[in-house]
T-cell receptor, first 111, second 114 residues
C-alpha cells in the first residue's frame, strides 16, 4: 500500500461545476496535509494546507480533513479552464521534515 | 506568500561536466531545503533534505557524491550535479520551509546533458 494515494485520473469536470479531488494516507500519525497544483512543465504551487479535522476554505477552494478515516479532499467550486492541472496531495508524518506526495490527479475543466 | 527562486531556469551542458543550481528563499529564512527531481509525466522524487549548516540527508538510491548539496545559509542552498551524463537530464526543483511550516517550491531548473 502506498503511503499517499490519489486517483491518477484524468478527471474531467465541466466549467462551472465542482471538482472533487480525494487523497488517502496510511500513517495515522500524520499531522500536516497539503494540496499543491502543478501545471505542465512548471513546479508545484501550494494551494491549501490543513492541520485539523474539518473544512478549511480559501476562495473557491475547500480542503476537508478526516483523520479518523485517513482522507483529505480538495473541492474546487465554479471550476475554470485555468484550474486544469495536476493536483498533488502531500502529507507530513509526525516528527518528519519531508513531505510524502501522492502520484497526483490530472484534472481537466471542459469549457 | 513565500517566494523561492532558482537559478538558472534552464541549462545545457556537455557530458562529463558539472552543473551548479542555486535555490534561494527571498522573503523568509529557510531552515530546511529540499531537492527534487522530476522526469516527464512522472511524479516528484525527493533527492535530499538539507538543514542549514548541516550535511544533507539523501534518499535511498541517490548518490551523494554525484549530487552535492550545500546549505550554507538560511537563504541559499546549492545542488551540484557532478560529471553529468545524459540520464541526469531532468527537471530539478528545490523547495524551502521555515521550521515545520509550509513548503514552498522554486520554479525549477531544466537540465539537459548532451
Amino acid at each position: 500500500q502506498k503511503e499517499v494515494e490519489q486517483n491518477s485520473g484524468p478527471l474531467s469536470v465541466p466549467e462551472g461545476a465542482i471538482a472533487s479531488l480525494n487523497c488517502t494516507y496510511s500513517d495515522r500519525g500524520s499531522q500536516s496535509f497539503f494540496w499543491y497544483r502543478q501545471y505542465s512543465g512548471k513546479s508545484p504551487e501550494l494551494i491549501m494546507s490543513i492541520y485539523s479535522n474539518g473544512d478549511k476554505e480559501d476562495g473557491r477552494f475547500t480542503a476537508q480533513l478526516n483523520k479518523a478515516s485517513q482522507y483529505v479532499s480538495l473541492l474546487i467550486r465554479d471550476s475554470q479552464p485555468s484550474d486544469s492541472a495536476t493536483y498533488l496531495c502531500a502529507v507530513r508524518n509526525q516528527g518528519a521534515q519531508k513531505l510524502v506526495f501522492g502520484q497526483g490527479t490530472r484534472l481537466t475543466i471542459n469549457p | 506568500g513565500a517566494v523561492v527562486s532558482q537559478h538558472p531556469s534552464w541549462v545545457i551542458c556537455k557530458s562529463g561536466t558539472s552543473v551548479k543550481i542555486e535555490c534561494r528563499s527571498l522573503d523568509f529564512q529557510a531552515t530546511t531545503m529540499f531537492w527534487y527531481r522530476q522526469f516527464p509525466k512522472q511524479s516528484l522524487m525527493l533527492m535530499a533534505t538539507s538543514n542549514e549548516g548541516s550535511k544533507a540527508t539523501y534518499e535511498q538510491g541517490v548518490e551523494k557524491d554525484k549530487f552535492l548539496i550545500n546549505h550554507a545559509s538560511l537563504t541559499l542552498s546549492t545542488l551540484t550535479v557532478t560529471s553529468a551524463h545524459p540520464e541526469d537530464s531532468s527537471f530539478y526543483i528545490c523547495s524551502a520551509s521555515e521550521g515545520t511550516n509550509e513548503q514552498y517550491f522554486g520554479p525549477g531548473t531544466r537540465l539537459t546533458v548532451t
